[in-house]
Every structure is written in C-alpha cells, then in structure tokens.
C-alpha cells in the first residue's frame, strides 16, 4: 500500500515539473490553460496526501465471526393442525326504501319458507313488520347454510331510564322452529368536538363541520335565550361545540347530549355546559355557573294554540256552569308533550275524566299536571326523574275530552293557578356544595373549548368547518 503511494505521489511530482518547465511563448490562450493544469495538479497531490494519513484498519484485531446453529426437534403433541372453525357465517343487509322481507331474506341468502312464514305471522316477531330503511338486518349461519340467529336493530339508539341503548328483534332456531325476542343492548359512548364559523346559517355551517342535525338543534335550543338563531347570526360569527354520539358494535348509533358550547355571536361571547347535580337529572348553565332557563317552562307544547284558558267556563261534555283549573292547547292527536321542569313523576295513569294523565312533582310547592294523552311515553312511571323537556306523553282526547288536545295545570301547594298569569319561579341556584362540582365538571370543558379556539385561530378561512370523528 506505502510503495503504491510513493508510485502516485513521484508521478504527480513529475507532472508538476513539466508544467514549470521553461516553454515557448505561445499565445494568452496558453497561458490560461497552464494555470488550470496547475490547480488540478495540486488538487490532485492534495487527495493522495489526504489518502496517505488515513491509517488502515489493522485485521488481526477484529473479533472472529461465529455462526451458531442448533435444532430444536418438535414431538407430536407440539404440532398442531389447524381444523375448521365452527365460528358462523355472518352476513349483514340494510333495508332500503320499499323493500319488503322475502326481499331482505334473499339478500342475506336465506332460502328458507317457513322463516319466512314465523316472521310473518308470530306476534313475538311483530318488530319486523315495520322495515325502516337504512337500518340493519344480520343472519348467521352454518357452513351448510342452516340459519343460527337472525338480527332485525330496529332501534340503533334509544334513550331509556337516562340510558341510550339499541334495541333488536334476535330470532334463533330452536329444533324444529323458531324463536323470537326483544333484546336490548347497552350503546358505546364517545365525545366528539367540532368548530364552525358562520357563512349563511347555522345548519349550513354545522353540516360542513360534520355535526348531526340533532345536536344543531340542541345548540339552537340551549342558547335560545340569548340568540335569535333566524335574525341574530352575522357572517363570521364563531361556535366551538363538544358533544355526545352512541354506538354499537362499532356502529354509529346517534348522537347524545351537547356536553358544551361556546357561541360568538356578533362579537359576543355564550357559553353553556351541562351540569348534574345527582347524576340523574340537570341542566345547562354558562361557564360561571348561571343557569341558562327559567325554573319552568311556559308551555308544554312546542306548536299549538290555546283553546280554553284558566278560570269559569260552561263545560262542553256536561254543560255546566264550572271553574277550569287549566289551560287547554289544541293540537293534533300525537303531538308530544314535554315537562315544564325538573321533577318526579308522582302519578302516572288513567285518572277519571283526565283520562290518561301524567303528574310531577317539582322543587319545593311546586306541580304539573298533563291530562288527556292518547298515550303515556315509555318508562314514565312513578318515581321516575324528569328533565324540564323530557317526552311524557302524546296529545289525545281520552277521559272527558271533546277532541284532541292537553289540559295543562300549574299547581302550587296542590291548588291550580292560572300559569299564563302566574310570575313563574326562576331556576333554583345552586348549592355551595353544587357549586364546588360544577367547577370541578366543568374545568375540563373550558380546556377543550380552549384548545378549540387557539385550533380554529389557526385555521385557513377554507377550513374553519371541521369536527373530529
């Protein structure tokens, strides 16, 4: 290696000798070109030179390489072979408009007449009779193609007792028939955020930012009092919302409650967040902890007009000169009603010429009567917790009615009072020990809304429509 470089750098030396050797005049042009064969030469004893210092690795003191083999002998029992799983076959369908179930069956590949002929007829399987396009229809089956279970999930999402569950029709075989029930099946929850900004109207900004239409009208609702959402919206104004959505079985099974919401509305600034005191029932206050609604609402109605207010009046069944203790809303048979305030259901049931009648008990003195439902709405029973606007019932015409409508009554210490005259109590403030929680539940909520803000700053104004999933 040293008397190759020796080679190289006599060489180089003799090359640099012949460029300063004495030569002939020559033109300019010559001249130009020994100075560029004199920077090269250096350059190039410079490299060599360069090569020279670099010391060589010296072999002998590498370490030895070793290649270690050992082969582990398996036994019989060690190795196993795979068999066919007995795991079913599962296949899945959603309904679409007009289908009918020998149309759905054959989707899912079921060739079977007298499944076809249970469903049909069996009262146990009358949740099937009603096909609601775009849900789902699941069926199970064996490697031969014998049917297991099938699944008709009629209700994705349903709130029950405070609890939003999906509901399904679950049919199995049993030897030489069929049985079917109704299942119920707890929902996932998740909580999912979003930021939009105001360029024509509340709906079109929520559906670019991806927000379900139920928690738009839970934003319009909740800020009510404050914004007129048909005249008060100005182009630029600003909402960043946190909210609730279901699932089963990794399926979106609707949304939830607005956790919270932070609204700017001409420069403004609102704020909400839902607080619970119990768990059980609560409401919406700003972030300082001032309740956002009135005690209780004026109407248990959200469309409808008054056909009989409180006081005497000639009764139109027994044509008697008498005092009415209410009011009456006209409105089409299956109207819903909603409570005017928190509460606890303390009657629910037929009540003479009430009819079907629903009544709560709220705060202190203070109780509501609905009267004359077509029907009571599911899990309004005694002793359960009511939120003002909770479902209790459907307008009808049962007990002394003359038609269909709500017979409303507003009582204090038991005794009805007119509640269209009546200064309605303001919402019940919140105690020290309330107040303490609702800091600690809703500290969180203002670091999310936060975040959001400093995140929608950020933003491109292409892109100030966006929520998380």
Do not use: C
Not at 130 to 154: C, F
Not at 439 to 460: D, G, H, M, R, S
């Amino acid at each position: 290696m040293n008397r190759g470089l020796h080679d190289l750098a006599s060489s180089i030396k003799r090359k640099v000798a012949a460029v300063f050797a004495p030569v002939e005049p020559k033109p300019h042009r010559s001249g130009l070109f020994r100075r560029t064969l004199l920077v090269t030469a250096i350059g190039l004893f410079a490299g060599a030179a360069a090569l020279g210092m670099v010391q060589q690795p010296d072999r002998s003191e590498l370490p030895p390489s070793r290649i270690i083999q050992s082969v582990l002998p398996l036994t019989s029992e060690q190795v196993e072979v795979s068999t066919p799983s007995a795991a079913p076959y599962i296949s899945e369908t959603r309904i679409r408009a007009g289908d009918t179930l020998a149309a759905v069956l054959q989707r899912l590949e079921l060739d079977s007449p007298d499944l076809q002929t249970f469903l049909t007829h069996d009262a146990s399987a009358r949740s099937i009779y009603k096909l609601y396009p775009g849900r789902s229809v699941q069926a199970a089956t064996d490697a031969e193609g014998n049917l297991i279970w099938l699944r008709y999930i009629h209700t994705p999402g349903n709130e029950a007792d405070g609890q939003v569950v999906t509901r399904m029709l679950h049919v199995a075989r049993t030897g030489d028939g069929y049985k079917a029930e109704e299942v119920t099946e707890s929902t996932d929850r998740q909580t999912r955020v979003a930021v939009g900004t105001i360029r024509s109207s509340l709906f079109g900004a929520t559906d670019a930012a991806g927000i379900p239409d139920s928690v738009t009208m839970q934003m319009a609702d909740i800020l009510s009092a404050k914004i007129d959402f048909l005249r008060d919206l100005r182009q630029g104004d600003q909402f960043r919302v946190v909210y609730e959505v279901r699932s089963h079985d990794g399926r979106y099974a609707g949304a939830g409650r607005v956790l919270a919401l932070e609204f700017i509305n001409g420069g403004k600034t609102h704020t909400a967040v839902w607080f619970s005191a119990d768990n059980k029932t609560g409401s919406y206050y700003d972030f300082d902890g001032t309740s956002l609604r009135g005690a209780f609402l004026r109407t248990a109605l959200k469309f409808s007009r008054i056909s009989s207010t409180f006081g005497m009046r000639m009764h139109p069944i027994h044509k008697t000169w008498t005092g009415h203790k209410g009011v009456d809303y006209a409105a089409p048979s299956g109207t819903p009603i909603h409570s005017t305030a928190d509460g606890t259901v303390e009657f629910s049931g037929w009540q003479n010429g009430y009819g079907n009648v629903v009544i709560v008990k709220h705060y202190g003195k203070y109780s509501t009567l609905y009267a004359h439902q077509s029907r009571i709405a599911e899990g309004i029973t005694k002793g359960s917790k009511i939120s003002q606007g909770q479902l209790l019932g459907y307008v009808g015409a049962t007990g002394w009615a003359t038609g269909p409508h709500l017979h409303y009554e507003f009582r204090v210490d038991n005794q009805p009072i007119d509640p269209l005259s009546v200064d309605l109590p303001v919402a019940r403030t919140l105690e020290p020990a309330e107040v303490r929680a609702f800091n600690q539940a809703v500290a969180p909520y203002k670091q999310q809304i936060q975040l959001l803000t400093e995140f929608q700053q950020t933003l491109p104004d292409a892109l100030t429509n966006v929520a998380s999933r």
